[in-house]
Structure formats: structure tokens, C-alpha cells
């Protein structure tokens, strides 16, 4: 799909290029991101506007004055990288080792520092627009440091919309559903304890190894017998730990994984049903079994009216064939779900076309989304949509 952009964002596609490239070969962790706050900072300085740093850690934000015709908008890009090795093989690849930008959020910054530039040039936007370069989304829940430093308040944010490029839909292409965008994801840690013996003998012990591989099957059962087959949810044993020897019986199994729901309902039925399937399996085996649950990013839940604005925008700024015409929600989950709970808003992706996944080692961001993202940053701030 070919995306035709107004002339003065094409413009600024090459300065948007440069500021990707530069932030790219600096990625930083989350919390970590103080050279990438300095440098978001600098530029939105350059532009006239007055940058506020240390909100929520790392965070930075600036607001746009508007003409007070319409309510402020609060625009947020993610900051932080990954602790991936890269192998992207570009020129401009990361220069700390161990640290890449593997999920674009270097991409995001500088399409996000693209419409500021453009939008600090043009007329003053209806409303207020409030940028917003939030620390640590992968896995420290930087958008929740933002809101608990009072960043909805302070900067008086009625509503709120984020952008992720997603390699794998068509280029160009903007998602975004009605409701469940992404999902809830939980933790969970599982010890499974009986009594070690002679594997000759198993006899004289129990067997916490069996209990696992029971467990493992029975933990399947929640989605495929529980859930109702028209919601969608996911239970991932991703690690089993337990044994050493050929000829023993190990006296503890440690399983661990992840699950992902797109409603709190589902949520509630995993985590009930988990406990249950635990409790009964440890009585019948005879095997004492704990289960520790931790809850992560709640589920991502675009308001409806807000969704509709941000797929109206990218049909006004980047063609009718942009927007998806049957969006599916995705099972990864994101952060930005904090600002949703306190705020109406959509979190929307951004096709980039065929390529490595995010998170790969190789993957590289798609230079040419640059002013595509900015497009509809852009129109989102002018309103487009309610024209
Ligand atoms: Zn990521
Ligand atoms: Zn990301």
C-alpha cells in the first residue's frame, strides 16, 4: 500500500531519519533512558516548546498551546530498549552492547518529535497537545510511574492515544478495535513438592515430576474446556525445572509461565481455575503444590468513540485503505493499558510491512513509517477526524 502524506511531512522525513538513527545506536532500559530523555528534551527545546523532565523516572513531556476551541490531547511515545544483542547488521546499529531497540520504540520517539516539529510550524492545533515520552514500558510500567507523578492532572489529559509499529500487517495499514486491544498479562510460579527417592523405588516417595506433567496437561484444560470458545486467552508453561540424576526422583519441580486474557472477567477465571486445578492435583498425588500469581499489564482497552476517532484519522491522512476493515486484538500486551483504565483513549498499530518480529535480534524499524505515524500524530492534534 502506498501512503501519500502531505508535502510538508514527506519534508520531514529525512530529519525523522536522522533522529531514529541517532537514537537507535543509544538504547537505553527502562528507567535507564537519560541520554534519550536529554535528547527528545533538546529537540522539543529547539522547537520553542518547554520540555518538563523527570516525570515518572525518565519521562519527558511538553504541551503545544492550542486555541482553546477544543479539549487537550495527551500524544504518547514509549522510550526504552531491550536486552537483546542485535544483529540487525545495520550501519547505525546499537553502540551498547547487550542493549538494542528491537521493539522501535527509537522509531516512535522520533515519529512523535516529527509532528511536534510540524506542528509547532503550522497554526496553533484546536486544542492543546501534550507530548509525552514515557520511560520504561516493556517491562517497569513506566506509563503507571507517569500517572502516579500526576501526569494526567498536572498536565490536564482528558484523553490519550499511542502507536506501535507492527511488522507482519501491511505497511501503512492502522488498527485499532472497538474495546480489547491488547491483552492482560499475568506471571505465574508453580512448586511442586513430594519426596525425593530412588527411581527404582518411586514407591517410597512421591512424585512431584509426575504431578508436573499432569499439571501441565490440566493447565490447558482452563482455556479449552473453561473459557468460553468464543473469548480468546492464553495459558504458556514456558519453563520446567526439576531433576538431576538418571536414577532419582527429584523432591521439587518448579513450572513457570504466563497467561494473557482480553477481558478482567477472563482474568479472574484463569487465575480461580489455576488455583483450583492446583489444590485438587496436590490432593490427589499426595504432592504439596504452591501457586504464586503475579498481575502485570491490565488488558488494553480502547473506548470505543476514541477508537473511531483514531481509525477517521488515519483515513483522512493516510487513504481510505489504510484503516484495517476487521481489527483483531493482539495477545501481547502493552502499558499503555494504565493510561486506558484512567482515561478515554486508543492505543492503535501501525502496519510496517513484511520483516523481522519485534523483539528478533534482527529486526530493523521501517524508516519509510516514519512520516506515515507522524501523519497521523499529526492529524489526530489538528482534529482532523471532526472536521
Ligand atoms: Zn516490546
Ligand atoms: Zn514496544
Known amino acids: 500500500m502506498t501512503v501519500a502524506l502531505p508535502a510538508s511531512l514527506a ?29 527528545v528534551a533538546a529537540r522539543l527545546g529547539e522547537m520553542g516548546l518547554e520540555p518538563v523532565t523527570g516525570i515518572g523516572g525518565t519521562g519527558v513531556v511538553a504541551v503545544l498551546k492550542g486555541q482553546g476551541l477544543a479539549p487537550p490531547i495527551g500524544l504518547r511515545a514509549d522510550m526504552d530498549a531491550l536486552p537483546i544483542e542485535e544483529a540487525s547488521g545495520l550501519d547505525w546499529a546499537s553502540r551498547v552492547p547487550g542493549v538494542m531497540h528491537a521493539c522501535g520504540h527509537d522509531g516512535h520517539m522520533a515519529m512523535l518529535l516529527g509532528a511536534a516539529r510540524h506542528l509547532t510550524k503550522a497554526p496553533p492545533p484546536p486544542g492543546d497537545v501534550v507530548f509525552i515520552f514515557q520511560p520504561a514500558e516493556e517491562t517497569g510500567a513506566g506509563a503507571a510511574a507517569m500517572i502516579r507523578d500526576g501526569l494526567l492532572e498536572r498536565f490536564d489529559i482528558p484523553e490519550i492515544y499511542g502507536l506501535h509499529n507492527w511488522p507482519g500487517l501491511e505497511f501503512g ?36 515430576l509426575l504431578g508436573a506433567s499432569q499439571l501441565h496437561q490440566l493447565l490447558q484444560g482452563i482455556v479449552a474446556r473453561n473459557a468460553d470458545p468464543l473469548d480468546s486467552a492464553v495459558v504458556s508453561v514456558t519453563q520446567v525445572h526439576g531433576g538431576e540424576a538418571y536414577n532419582v526422583l527429584p523432591e521439587t519441580v518448579v513450572m513457570r509461565g504466563c497467561t494473557r486474557s482480553l477481558s478482567a472477567e477472563m482474568r479472574d477465571l484463569i487465575e480461580t481455575r489455576m488455583r483450583g486445578i492446583s489444590t485438587g492435583l496436590a490432593a490427589s498425588l499426595d504432592l504439596k503444590i504452591t501457586l504464586d500469581y503475579h498481575r502485570g499489564y491490565p488488558v488494553t482497552q480502547n473506548s470505543a468513540k476514541e477508537a473511531g476517532l483514531a481509525r477517521e484519522t488515519a483515513l483522512r491522512m493516510l487513504g481510505p485503505a489504510s484503516v484495517d476493515p476487521a481489527p483483531k486484538p493482539s495477545l501481547a ?10 482515561r478515554p483513549g486508543c492505543y492503535g498499530f501501525l502496519g510496517a510491512g513484511p520483516g523481522p518480529a519485534l523483539h528478533s535480534p534482527r529486526y530493523r524499524f521501517n524508516e519509510d513509517l516514519l512520516p506515515v505515524g507522524a501523519a497521523w500524530w499529526v492529524g489526530l492534534a489538528q482534529r482532523v477526524a471532526l472536521i
Open 173 to 208: 495499514r492502522f488498527l485499532a478495535c472497538d474495546g480489547a486491544q491488547m491483552a492482560a498479562v499475568d506471571r505465574f510460579d508453580i512448586t511442586l513438592t513430594g519426596t525425593g527417592c530412588h527411581a527404582a523405588m518411586p514407591h517410597l516417595g512421591r512424585d512431584a
Open 333 to 342: 500486551s502493552e502499558d499503555f493499558a494504565y493510561f486506558l483504565e484512567k
Open 11 to 39: 519534508d520531514g522525513a529525512a530529519e525523522m531519519r536522522t533522529w531514529l538513527r541517532a537514537l537507535h545506536q543509544m538504547p537505553e532500559l527502562g528507567y535507564e533512558e537519560h541520554k534519550s530523555a536529554a535528547f
